[in-house]
């Protein structure tokens, strides 16, 4: 009779993720930046980006001195607050209070790829307490490329020194890039009350290089292909695929109009592998062929003189 050997338990993983990057700061530096009026207020103690973090697991018992900020971009996570557990997703943000007994992990079948944030400070509290009326402890944010770059400043910043003026420069673009998340709504007017149109629309607005067929894009909203197809049609008249290919050509026209892209570099521009669909897509929107119309509006800028608009 052969022995089976023992199931054993899941690996747990603080930190050590490939492309992982993280930055804490030392003490000394920590007790500068309490010492400068200028950011003492708010200031951030670590930070960092975990990639496809397989059997990432964090418990603090008695919780962490610092707010922590964590962004979801891919994959899923579980954390255990309070005696509530909550699930962060691709495009979700959360805060977790200081001094607060917490539990977080990635998924075992879908690890999640985080950005996170520690930080603290008088300021600090204002600003949680503004995130707190949000009254989402799991928020919705968007992917943005400008955010994530924003996010690689501040922590290219803190990899190249240490210095006072350094830091300065640090904790405000940091304060600035948390207040975007938890700001969202106030600095994006058209996108209040969590419509899920709305932020479709936006979401298809950042990733117009890409091709994202209907169940993806319902996916990314967290919906049934049947009822955001719906909920699309309803709001907008078109179908989702419909609106985004809008955009698109839409986009395309300006870059005809006002670049000297060849129509092939145009189409690698907005995710097009195949010129001749574009082509056909663009006539059947815009009435021309793209060719038509970069020489029609060729024709109209070589036919202006000077001081004509």
């Not at 944010?141 to 420069?169: A, M, R, T, Y």
Request: with cysteine; hydrophobic share 35%.
């Amino acid at each position: 009779m052969s022995m089976q050997k023992p199931i054993s338990a899941p690996k747990k993983i603080r930190e050590g993720f490939v492309g992982q990057k993280m930055i804490v700061l030392p003490p000394n530096i920590k007790k500068a930046v309490v010492l400068n009026t200028l950011i003492n207020r708010f200031y951030i103690t670590a930070i960092g980006y975990y990639p496809h973090a397989i059997h990432h697991n964090r418990e603090r018992k008695t919780g962490c001195s610092q707010y922590i900020f964590i962004y979801c971009t891919e994959g899923r996570g579980t954390l255990f607050l309070r005696d509530t557990e909550y699930e962060l997703y691709p495009n979700t943000f959360i805060i977790i209070p200081k001094n607060t007994p917490h539990h977080y992990k990635s998924s075992d079948t879908d690890p999640w790829s985080i950005y996170w944030v520690h930080f603290t400070g008088a300021q600090g509290d204002e600003l949680y307490e503004r995130y707190l009326e949000r009254k989402l402890v799991v928020s919705p944010f968007p992917f943005n490329e400008d955010i994530i770059k924003d996010f690689d400043k501040i922590f290219g910043l803190l990899e190249h020194s240490f210095e006072l003026k350094q830091l300065e420069v640090i904790n405000i673009k940091a304060l600035n890039f948390l207040a975007s998340f938890v700001y969202f709504k106030e600095t994006n007017p058209s996108l209040q009350g969590d419509n899920v149109t709305t932020a479709s629309m936006a979401f298809m607005k950042m990733n117009l290089d890409k091709q994202y067929s209907l169940t993806e894009l319902a996916k990314q909203q967290h919906l049934s292909v049947t009822q955001y197809a719906r909920l699309f049609k309803h709001e907008t008249g078109n179908s989702p695929i419909h609106y985004f290919n809008q955009l698109k050509i839409q986009k395309s026209c300006q870059y005809l109009y006002f670049t000297d892209r060849s129509i092939k570099e145009i189409c690698a521009e907005f995710g097009f592998d195949d010129q001749y669909y574009f082509s056909r897509l663009f006539k059947k929107l815009m009435g021309i062929s793209p060719a038509k119309y970069k020489d029609k509006h060729k024709k109209t800028a070589v036919s202006l003189q000077p001081g004509q608009k």
